[in-house]
Structure formats: structure tokens, C-alpha cells
């Protein structure tokens, strides 16, 4: 009998080395940009965090032309059976996806590409232990969605499409799995009742960026910023560990986007 792998267990990560143009990225309030170096810091700590979580990182090139291409979550989706090439919602970050499609190819014998013309960013898709949970939002429709629900059904993940609260990027800008049966998200979404049985910890009153933190193995990565989500977290037993995040805010990030992650058994 073949062992259940945790869904908070990984040993494989994908990430891109932030471009220049990251100054340009998108955003949806324009609180200046970041500075390219400030980026690059926090993202070498980032890696540097997951190699000590205990999994082998590999960094692409730079993608000049795609300012937001340091984010690889949003174009593809990857999991132990195999990945799906996605189809980004923001046009400008658009071919990013055919980009990652021949990384993905060197990865995994088994690569699906989105069917049809809808829009699917792996932002808006929360992986829980019984199922893939995909949020409509801005940057994925119900046609996106609904072709992804049949990649998914041919990995043998089922799914489930639910909504992404007004105003928020991704579905995941507002949650993150904590354990098999914790997630950490944000008042607004959690008071949709989209989390049924899952035991939700919600993150404090003024904080709700640090919803979008990331669970590697042991521990969970948390933007530094968020002093009373960190200290809600270690009371509860986690081993946190706090990352800055304040460049890569500034163009709407928290700690998941800039990495594809699975166990490749
Ligand atoms: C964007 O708007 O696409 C980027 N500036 C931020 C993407 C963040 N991605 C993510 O949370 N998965």
C-alpha cells in the first residue's frame, strides 16, 4: 500500500529570480515601487528559508520582459502526479505560462496544459488534504475553472470552484494551509463558510496581508511585518519563520506566490 504524503510536505521548489522590471510589476494601490534590490534580498532569504525547510530549490532566469514573472505560482500548478501549464488572467503576464511550460517538461513526465480560452491563476487555487480548492477572482473565470477541474480530475485531485471575497487578488492573498486540517485566513473569507470542517485560525484585525503565509514541511513562513499573526501562530505551536516582505507587497505579494512546490516521491 502506497503512504499518503502530507499536503504540507515538499522536497521540490520551483522559483525565478526577480527581474528589474519588478519595479513595474502590477498593483492594484500604488504605494511607489519596490526597489529591485530590497526584492532581491527578500527573495534570497525566501530561498534560503526553503532549502533550510529541507527542499531543493531551483531558481530560473530572470524574465526581463515580464515584471511580474518572479511570481511562478500564477502560471502553472504542480503536484506529485504531475503539473498543469495555466493560463494567467493579467495580459501582461500572459506568456509567462509558455515560459515555465518546458521547465515543467525537464520536472515531470506528466504535463497538462489549461484546455479552451478561460483564465486560471495558481493564486486562486488553495490545495487542502481532501480536494483542490479553485476561487473565482479577477484573474480566474468560471471557464478557467471549470477546465481545470477536469486537468485536475485526470491527476486524480478532485475540486471544488468557490468565490474569492470583492477586492482581493487571489483567492490565497487570503488564506494559506496551516496542517492537514488548519487553515490561516482572513475574517472576510473565512465568514463566507467556504472552509466547511476545516479548523480556521484567523488571522488578527489589521494583519489580513499575513493570511498568504506558507507551510514547508516543519515550519510556516510569515511576512516579519505581522507581529500579532506570528505570536498567534507560536502560541498555537508552530514553528514560524518570520520573512520581510515589504518590497515585494508593494506589487500585491505575500510568501506563496514565488514558489511551485511538490514532493516529487
Ligand atoms: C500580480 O498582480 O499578478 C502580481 N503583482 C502579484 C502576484 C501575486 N501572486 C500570488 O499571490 N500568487
Not at 478557467?144 to 470552484?161: P, V
Amino acid at each position: 500500500m502506497t503512504q499518503k504524503i502530507p499536503v504540507t510536505r515538499f522536497n521540490s521548489i520551483l522559483a525565478r529570480t526577480p527581474s528589474r522590471s519588478i519595479t513595474a510589476g502590477l498593483r492594484a494601490v500604488d504605494m511607489g515601487d519596490p526597489s529591485y534590490e530590497g526584492v532581491i534580498a527578500e527573495h534570497r532569504a525566501y530561498v534560503t528559508a526553503l532549502e533550510a525547510a529541507g527542499c531543493t530549490v531551483t531558481v530560473l532566469p530572470a524574465l526581463e520582459d515580464f515584471p511580474d514573472s518572479v511570481f511562478v505560482e500564477d502560471p502553472a500548478l504542480v503536484f506529485t502526479e504531475g503539473a498543469i501549464v495555466l493560463r494567467p488572467g493579467a495580459p501582461t503576464r500572459r506568456h509567462e505560462a509558455g515560459f515555465m511550460a518546458p521547465v515543467l517538461a525537464e520536472h515531470f513526465e506528466m504535463v497538462l496544459h489549461l484546455p479552451g480560452t478561460g483564465f486560471a491563476d495558481g493564486g486562486d487555487i488553495l490545495r487542502t488534504a481532501d480536494k483542490v480548492m479553485i476561487g473565482l477572482s479577477a484573474r480566474t473565470n468560471a471557464e478557467g475553472a471549470e477546465a481545470l477541474q477536469g486537468c485536475l480530475k485526470a491527476l486524480g485531485h478532485a475540486s471544488e470552484i468557490v468565490t474569492t471575497p470583492k477586492g482581493v487578488l487571489h483567492f490565497k492573498s487570503d488564506c494559506s494551509l496551516l496542517a492537514e486540517d488548519t487553515v490561516l485566513s482572513t475574517a472576510r473569507l473565512a465568514a463566507s463558510g467556504v472552509f466547511g470542517d476545516l479548523r480556521t485560525l484567523l488571522v488578527p484585525e489589521g494583519e489580513e496581508e499575513a493570511a498568504n503565509a506558507l507551510r514547508v514541511n516543519d515550519v510556516v513562513l510569515v511576512g516579519a511585518d505581522f507581529p500579532r499573526t506570528i505570536e498567534m501562530l507560536m502560541q498555537a505551536g508552530y514553528a514560524v519563520v518570520p520573512l520581510a516582505t515589504q518590497e515585494i507587497r508593494k506589487v500585491d505579494a505575500g510568501l506563496s506566490c514565488m514558489s511551485l512546490r511538490w514532493f516529487a516521491a
